[in-house]
Structures are given as C-alpha cells and as structure tokens.
C-alpha cells in the first residue's frame, strides 16, 4: 500500500466558516493522533488545551494539543489533534478517521466507509 493522501478542510471550531484547505493531508493508519503543523494550528488559531507525549519517527515529543475542524470526503467532526513544530503538513490519525467512520483498505490503500459502533 502506497502513501494515501486526501483533501481536506480544517478549521477552528469556534469559527468553522473560515475553513483551510490542504491539498495533500495524509492518512497514516498507524498514527494514533491527527497532526498540524504549528504554522497552520497558529493561523487557524487553534487554543492550546494540554500537552502529550508521543512516539515519532525521530523519537518521543512532547507536543501540544488542540481541537480542529475537519470536513474529509462529505463528513466532518472535531477532533482532537497534535501540534507538530517538525512536521510541515497533516497527518490523519486513526481517532479521525474512525470517527468519521473511515478505514484504509489495505489492498487498495483507499479509504472506505467504516461502521461506527456504540456498543
């Protein structure tokens, strides 16, 4: 499976109306959380809410967290997501993506509409 990469539509929450547009965000099903790059979260004015610490390709970060909107193919949610100063792009993570009820298939590497659960 190659890299999937999506359009997407982010936003704070508190002004969802003033959308961004990334062109190639993404999708690593291996990743836990979503990432924005640090110019972007600042642009949007997203609000620093807490602080985790995470496993990256480089080694452990400490990064902050925030809230983002986030349209991808018709759905949209907010979502938690990472702050990443060493990052220059988005990366959706496996908490976006399944709850906007998406998968990766991974003989085609597309995404494909996941059941949503409330067990």
């Known amino acids: ?3 999937v990469r999506v359009p997407i539509k982010l ?16 999708i690593d099903a291996g990743a836990t959380w979503t990432a924005v790059a640090g110019n972007l979260a600042r ?3 997203l609000r620093v ?5 995470l496993r990256t390709a ?8 925030s809230y983002a909107f986030i349209e991808l193919q018709g759905k949209s949610m907010v979502t938690p997501v990472v702050i990443s100063e060493t990052y220059p792009g988005v990366i959706i993570g496996v908490i976006t993506l399944e709850g906007l ?8 590497g597309r995404l494909i509409d996941a059941e949503l659960l409330l067990l």
């Not at 002004?15 to 965000?25: C, F, G």
């Not at 809410?49 to 610490?53: A, E, I, Y």
């Open 49 to 53: 809410v807490g602080q985790t610490t």
């Open 101 to 108: 009820g998406f998968a990766v298939d991974p003989t085609s």
């Open 1 to 3: 499976m190659g890299h």
């Open 58 to 65: 480089t080694g452990p970060q400490v990064l902050d967290q």
């Open 11 to 26: 936003a704070n929450p508190d002004r969802i109306q003033e959308t961004h547009e990334v062109d190639q965000a993404s």
């Open 43 to 45: 642009e949007m004015g």
